[in-house]
């Protein structure tokens, strides 16, 4: 973050926790101001030797462990529970220090892209002192088991306070020689806390605290919060060691990366600023601009947050540089490096493992038939080392040797690629390895020369996959698997695919091999019958009307109409067959046809007289249907009227099967004035109804006149002449008229339709 130019001095212990969770992640208290106005001057004063964020060397700093413990035995390799945490638990956690302060964790490959080039590497190496301050040679490099019964101490758990002003000057170890590290049980939920490195007559006043002094300086961790293994494999989230991380890093001058205020600086320029301390895993980015200059989200993933050990893995370039200012400068950092009490009392020839690279500890391995161990080497003698033997094995069986050789000057260490060995299968395995004859001759410290690691041996990439599959009743289905080199089938078979033929649904399994690892798959063959009680309705309906289809019998349906469903309608215009198809399984189809009839509407027609005299009796005659009704009332073929006004009467025509079609019939009235009823056998009149000319033919005509039905002359009278008369009704209207003949001086009227 950027500088900030105020920080707040803070004189109590910071308690930050979950909501949910009564976890005080770290108790370091705050450094003040003061400190970072003297890193400035050490940064000046070193700028050249930095070279811009980089050293010429490694770092090396020799570890005491102090275990408190309550008069218990030393917990066996596979505790989970117990105060007097083993030597494999010490050793482990020491590992991940020196994996995480150098960026070979193996999480480092989650850091996201845009944090990638910050990742800084401190090239500091966390080493187990060999020897106590008197010389003596320690029984277990780098620990000290204290039973707190014998010193007179209160019984655990511990508060911060009682640790600061009883324990830890009662057992510190010189600090300008040892980086001493407590582990105990402590009271209040507090995992961990740390000293902040003394500037020692630096000139400044009034820094004597949180600064370490020769009763106090070091790291105090919560004895399930150590390392990843035993104890601490029963306090998830804080499982992984990182709590040790990220005290030591205060302990080498790194402050909390929100600065311990809201968007304060924690005075490293490639941090961003946060807001305040995160908690949990968040997911990335997070709180992007909540903090003026934060233009990438916040890097929660830093060691110096408060977020669980499995989202916590990288520290900053900047922070490198300040770590090694103060393990440069300060004068109780400073005195480290040249400490030698990780090496052994002058001898010519004595060598030691100092950790197991690889396998990590539980790493777990995708499938693989063997794995390529590595291991640290390091020369403790006054010679330079040139030969050694080494002894390994996995689980303790079949042990075999290898021959280094090389030039390992003394105090140095090397990273030594072991051979491959194989790996009996999946599971939990324990890899052993051993080192002796030192430049062909005797080691006469032997205890440091062995070092163990379990690893796990998972399935990996060996994905075994298999098809499922629908079938009907006396079918086969093709089952393949894929993912590994062999196969074995519950039904026997050994070959990547099967075919089967169940009667029912049947559930199969395979076992495959590669590599010498096994995973097993399983899959399912879905067995259907066919639809054999398919069935639907057979509708009858009229013309233009919809029929609704019901289908039973099956799962699935569909249509040649292409419609789908168990129940569709449908609009045909004529009688026609449709097939449905009927499913089971959505792979057992079988078929019905259904026929539906369509009738066509009745063509009715309809005969009687468009005028009517009045007072006069007529049959109107029906044809085209089944039934009949006259203005809704049911009826024959046949309707009697005997009208006194003009009309309309409405018939309906229905067939047997309910299909009706309408008419209508109208009439006029007429009084028919002056009409003499008489034989007309004499006068002939044609055509009836006429479209253009009007024939009349008669002997005795005296004048002939038309009328309209409202009794308007249409032409003027004419006087007959000749057997014969034409009428030119061509440019009349459709209608009816009235024709007056007279003959004998006697009237007679005709009704002449006009179409």
């Known amino acids: 973050m950027k500088s900030a130019l105020t920080l707040l001095i803070v004189t109590f212990f910071l308690k930050f926790a979950f909501a949910q969770n009564p976890v005080t992640r770290c108790a370091t208290e705050v450094l003040p101001q003061q400190f970072e106005v003297l890193l400035e001057q050490w940064k000046n004063k070193n700028t050249e030797k930095l070279g811009g964020g980089t050293v010429q060397s490694v770092f090396n700093i020799p570890v005491i462990v102090h275990i408190i413990h309550n008069n218990e035995p030393v917990n066996t390799v596979n505790a989970t529970t117990g105060g007097n945490l083993n030597a494999a638990q010490i050793l482990d956690q020491i590992n991940i220090l020196n994996k995480d302060f150098n960026g070979l964790n193996a999480d480092t490959n989650l850091i996201p892209n845009v944090f990638k080039p910050l990742h800084g590497k401190f090239q500091i190496n966390f080493c187990l002192a060999v020897v106590n301050p008197t010389g003596g040679i320690l029984a277990e490099p780098g620990i000290d088991r204290i039973n707190r019964n014998t010193s007179g101490w209160t019984a655990p758990p511990y508060s911060t306070t009682y640790v600061t002003n009883t324990i830890k000057p009662a057992s510190i170890w010189d600090p300008n020689r040892y980086f001493n590290i407590w582990v105990c049980a402590m009271s209040g939920g507090i995992l961990g806390y740390a000293t902040f490195p003394n500037p020692g007559s630096s000139g400044l006043q009034g820094l004597s605290a949180p600064f370490g002094t020769t009763t106090t300086d070091g790291v105090v961790i919560l004895n399930t919060a150590f390392g990843s293994i035993g104890t601490a494999v029963t306090n998830a989230p804080y499982h992984k060691g990182r709590t040790a991380t990220h005290e030591v890093g205060h302990w080498i001058g790194l402050r909390h990366i929100w600065g311990d205020g809201t968007c304060a600086s924690d005075f490293c320029n490639d941090t961003p600023p946060a807001q305040q301390a995160n908690y949990n895993c968040p997911t990335f980015p997070y709180k992007t ?27 900053t370039k900047d922070q490198k540089v300040r770590a090694q200012l103060i393990m440069t400068n300060s004068p109780m950092r400073a005195s480290l490096i040249t400490s030698t009490v990780c090496n052994m009392p002058s001898t010519q020839n004595e060598i030691g493992i100092l950790y197991i690279s690889n396998p990590s500890y539980s790493q777990s391995i995708p499938c693989a038939p063997s794995i390529s161990p590595s291991v640290v080497l390091k020369n ?64 006469p410290y032997m205890i440091n020369n062995f070092s163990n690691q379990y690893f796990t041996m998972t399935s990996g990439n060996l994905n075994v996959s298999i ?24 039904t026997g078979a050994q070959s990547p695919s099967i075919i089967v033929s169940p009667t029912t649904t049947t559930q199969y399994s395979v076992l495959v091999f590669s590599n010498g690892c096994q995973a097993s798959a399983n899959t399912t063959v879905s067995v259907f019958n066919y639809p054999v009680a398919l069935s639907c309705n057979s509708p009858s309906i009229c013309s233009g009307s919809f029929a609704t289809l019901n289908a039973s019998g099956a799962n699935s349906y569909s249509w040649s109409s292409g419609q789908n469903g168990a129940q569709i309608v449908i609009n045909p215009s004529v009688s026609g067959t449709y097939t449905l198809f009927g499913t089971n399984g959505g792979v057992c189809t079988s078929s019905v046809s259904v026929f539906v009839y369509v009738e066509a509407l009745p063509q009715i027609s309809v005969s009687g007289p468009s005028l009517i005299c009045i007072d006069e009796t007529h049959t109107i005659t029906a044809q085209g249907a089944q039934q009949y009704s006259w203005n809704a009332i049911p009826g024959g073929s046949t309707y009697i009227i005997s009208p006194t006004s003009p009309g309309t009467i409405s018939i309906l025509g229905s067939s047997n099967l309910g299909c009706t079609s309408t008419i209508d019939y109208s009439f006029e009235m007429s009084p028919c004035t002056d009409i003499f009823k008489t034989a007309l056998s004499d006068i002939r009149i044609y055509p009836n109804p006429v ?65």
């Open 289 to 315: 601009g909540v903090c003026t200059g934060n233009t990438t989200g916040e890097m929660t993933m830093n060691f110096m947050d408060y977020t669980n050990d499995l989202c916590m893995y990288m520290f």
């Open 380 to 443: 403790f003698a006054a010679n330079t080392l040139s030969t050694a033997t080494f002894s390994y094995n996995i689980n303790g069986i079949n042990t075999q040797t290898f021959a280094w050789i090389g030039a390992l000057a003394p105090n140095s260490s090397v990273s030594v690629n072991m051979p491959s060995v194989a790996v009996p299968g999946l599971g939990q395995h324990i890899y052993n390895v051993g080192v002796y004859a030192p430049n062909g001759g005797t080691d």
């Open 467 to 490: 098809n499922s599959a629908s079938i009907c009743v006396g079918s086969s289905a093709t089952l393949i698997a894929n993912g590994a080199s062999q196969y074995t089938w519950n």
């Open 691 to 755: 479209i253009d000319q009007l024939k009349i033919e008669s002997l005795n005509l005296n004048s002939i006149e038309l009328y309209s039905i409202q009794g308007q002359n249409l032409r003027p009278p004419m006087v007959y002449f000749n057997t014969l008369s034409v009428l030119d009704l061509q440019s009349l209207p459709k209608g009816i008229y009235l024709l007056k003949l007279k003959q004998d001086q006697k009237n007679i009227f005709f009704r002449i339709i006009k179409d």
